[in-house]
């Protein structure tokens, strides 16, 4: 069997998921927003899947001035769901808690 068939490679010799800074997306949106380059074009000189470039153009025409926050930074919107969601679970643990005492105490009263 030949092992340097792609789907037989070891993980760490397979492609890595290449990453682009926010200055490159800024880049690539104004190649095709404001010097009129097609998608497909612009695409091909970066070295970019096309659908890749069309979601950045998406992106920041939906909002300018938070598209691509980087890696780690998350939008207001996606920092109030997860601060949302942190005090979901703190709250389902509180309850879960006060639900065993109830149990607990109304088993002791009787």
Same mark, same amino acid.
């Given at each position: 069997?030949?092992?340097?068939?792609?789907?037989?490679?070891?993980?760490?010799?397979?492609?890595?998921?290449?990453?682009?800074?926010?200055?490159?997306? !800024?880049?690539?949106?104004? !190649?095709?927003?404001?010097?009129?380059?097609?998608?497909?074009?612009?695409?091909?000189?970066?070295?970019?899947?096309?659908?890749?470039?069309?979601?950045?153009?998406?992106?920041?025409?939906?909002?300018?001035?938070?598209?691509?926050?980087?890696?780690?930074?998350?939008?207001?919107?996606?920092?109030?769901?997860?601060? !949302?969601?942190?005090?979901?679970?703190?709250?389902?643990?509180?309850?879960?808690? !006060?639900?065993?005492?109830?149990?607990?105490?109304?088993?002791?009263?009787?």
């Amino acid at each position: 069997m030949d092992t340097e068939i792609g789907c037989f490679m070891k993980p760490e010799v397979a492609m890595q998921r290449r990453k682009f800074g926010r200055e490159f997306k !800024l880049e690539a949106v104004k !190649l095709v927003r404001e010097r009129g380059v097609s998608v497909a074009q612009a695409a091909r000189d970066l070295d970019v899947h096309e659908n890749v470039l069309r979601k950045w153009v998406r992106e920041f025409g939906t909002d300018p001035v938070q598209a691509f926050p980087g890696h780690g930074q998350m939008k207001p919107e996606q920092q109030e769901i997860e601060r !949302l969601r942190r005090e979901v679970t703190k709250l389902k643990a509180e309850r879960d808690i !006060l639900k065993k005492a109830a149990a607990f105490f109304a088993k002791e009263a009787t």
